[in-house]
């Protein structure tokens, strides 16, 4: 399974939404609030694009040399239509000060120097240390998750429904007490398997692990077509 660092690394770099709390500025709109890009540096900061005008950086501006607090706030939730759509949130705290002449005229750069990080997802909740954040690595599937989640949705419903005869006894389980079979909706994809919600009267999760983690999109092409292949015989 992924670590909790790469899990954490991996939605900081990803595209879900995420607002930066600063206090003092609660009444903000979170528009104001929301990052236009979001980068980790060499030494695990986190550096967050503004307007120049944004709350967030007028607030850095006047701390000056006081330390100002901040959390950066992550929501992950699943590009596919399914019941209880947030897959995951994470927490990224420490201390914002601007960083100028590292973004275009009008915007800003601000730095977020990393104190404390927590995630609670679809692994579970777990604290994260600051090295081993600034030491992971990004998933090398979240760049193709959305696209390839929502055409597995829309075009493959028929062979995410057979990845039930991979589950052994528990497939008996699954069945509704009118006899069918919840419908398999496909929820999270990473370098190590396949997650699938199963939508019934009893719902669950499934876990699908490929035979080795993947590197690429080429691998987890190959990786999904031999855990089909293993569904249909």
């Known amino acids: ?45 986190v550096f967050l694009l503004f307007r120049a005008d944004s709350p967030a950086v007028r607030a850095a501006t006047h701390a000056q040399d006081d330390e100002l607090s901040a959390v950066l706030e992550i929501t992950d939730v699943a590009p596919v239509s399914v019941p209880h759509r947030i897959r995951g949130r994470a927490w990224v705290s420490g201390w914002l000060t601007c960083a100028p002449g ?17 995630v609670d997802d679809l692994w579970g909740a777990s604290d994260v240390e600051p090295e081993e954040f600034a030491r992971a690595a990004v998933d090398p599937v979240t760049a193709h998750e959305t696209e390839l989640l929502q055409h597995l949705h829309s075009a ?24 069918r079979q919840p419908r398999a909706v496909p929820l999270a994809l990473d ?36 855990l089909f292949e293993a569904a249909a015989h």
């Open 1 to 45: 399974m992924p670590s909790a660092a790469e899990r954490t690394r991996t939605l900081v770099q990803s595209t879900c939404s995420a607002v930066l709390l600063v206090p003092g500025i609660e009444g903000t709109r979170p528009d104001q609030l929301t990052p236009q890009a979001r980068v980790v540096g060499p030494d695990g900061e």
């Open 102 to 118: 590292l973004a275009e005229p009008g915007f800003m750069m601000l730095r977020l120097e990393v104190g404390e990080i927590a």
């Open 156 to 179: 493959h419903g028929e062979q995410l429904q057979e990845l039930c005869r991979l589950l052994g006894d528990r497939a008996q389980d699954t069945v509704g007490a009118d006899g």
């Open 191 to 226: 370098r190590f398997g396949l997650r699938v919600r199963f939508v019934g009267e009893r719902s669950f999760d499934a876990r699908f692990d490929f035979p080795e983690p993947v590197r690429d999109i080429t691998e987890l092409r190959r990786a999904m077509h031999i």
